[in-house]
């Protein structure tokens, strides 16, 4: 269910954003393909009474107020937020006396698709940002202002700082950060995916999985942080965020190692490298989750057919299911079946 709001809708004549790069963007996110049926929330905001109601924690303003447009989808969860939005050219200013006026302990961590970029500044410190795949981060619990050149399709995350670690004599604080190294690269990607799943296609995901994230998102910080924070091993950083891709896209039968490698921007081979001390590659650890679904449900749904089994757990057929089944347990998915009925807890061990 979508909560709506159309501020502005009278300056429709004077709309910046190009009813195909709306529809590219709802295609990219994949707004029409809904991933489960967690509420989450979409607003449309229109001109000058657009930029008027922005959260009020900042402060919006474009150089042609009534050209000004933004569609955004945005979900509260139990201790992160996700957001996804496409909107023209403007300025995100989060002033000292907006901070004062309204706390905010949130590392706001994101990127964006499109070409064009922007600039975020604190204090004496400024960041540009121009690569699609780059990782931004600003502490919005201190004042900085965010400029966007271009139409920008934003997604991130707000992390509580709670979640980042132990807070460091002095406070918490983070100089605005652009990052495009492999990792922040691979971060941005999950950052993406992460943000339009949860956020636009209102994906199911518990408080440990989000707590999962919010290390991950730690990780990728630690390097550029001066306080108690430790460089994250960049294996198993890749390894996490590996997992996590396979538990939101293990269902999707196209969804392999190659796929990984695409979301996380690495090459095939770069990325194997970082599973060259284990035999859990990617390919594997897929391969196990589907049966490990698939397993489950033959047990918890007799009354599913092999097919809707196999298409639930992401096999391209009962076929293959069957196939994979026997090979990895020794028992064909019906014949485990019929052992879990009569009570063999045994089967397929």
């Not at 910046?16 to 990219?28: D, R």
């Not at 924690?57 to 474009?62: H, I, L, N, S």
Request: hydrophobic share 40%; aromatic share 8%; charged share 20%.
């Amino acid at each position: 269910m979508h909560s709506r709001s159309t501020a502005g809708t009278r300056q429709v004549a004077t709309l910046g954003l190009a009813p195909a790069a709306i529809q590219a963007w709802q295609t990219t996110i994949g707004a029409e393909h809904p991933l489960g049926a967690d509420p989450t929330r979409y607003l449309h905001r229109v001109g000058q009474q657009g930029l008027d109601s922005e959260m009020e924690t900042f402060a919006v303003t474009a150089d042609d107020p009534a050209a000004f447009e933004e569609y955004l989808y945005w979900r509260p969860l139990t201790h992160l937020m996700a957001f996804s939005l496409l909107r023209t050219p403007c300025t995100t200013d989060r002033t000292p006396e907006l901070v004062k006026k309204f706390r905010s302990d949130f590392v706001l961590v994101g990127t964006q698709q499109l070409v064009g970029g922007g600039t975020v500044s604190a204090g004496d410190h400024s960041r540009t940002y121009s690569h699609p795949r780059q990782l931004v981060a600003v502490d919005n619990g201190a004042p900085f202002v965010h400029t966007s050149r271009a139409v920008a399709d934003l997604a991130g995350i707000w992390v509580p700082t709670e979640l980042l670690g132990p807070r460091p004599i002095g406070g918490w604080s983070m100089a605005p950060l652009v990052d495009d190294s492999p990792l922040a690269r691979a971060t941005a990607a999950f950052v993406t995916r992460f943000a339009n799943d949860v956020a636009v296609r209102q994906s199911p995901i518990d408080p440990g999985a989000e707590l999962a994230v919010a290390e991950l998102i730690r990780a990728a910080l630690a390097p550029h942080r001066a306080d108690s924070f430790r460089a994250a091993d960049s294996e198993l950083y890749v390894r996490e965020v590996t997992a996590q891709l396979i538990e939101q896209h293990y269902r999707d039968p196209s969804f392999d190692g190659d796929a990984v490698a695409r979301m996380l921007y690495l090459s095939r081979r770069h990325m194997y490298r970082f599973f060259a001390d284990t035999e859990d590659t990617p390919a594997v650890l897929i391969a196990r989750r589907r049966l490990a679904h698939a397993r489950d449900l033959l047990v918890r749904q007799p009354r599913m057919s092999l097919r809707e089994v196999a298409a639930a757990s992401g096999f391209s057929s009962a076929g293959t299911l069957s196939k994979r089944f026997s090979a990895e347990f020794g028992l064909t998915p019906s014949q485990f079946r019929q052992a879990a009925r009569e009570g063999d807890a045994d089967a397929g061990a």
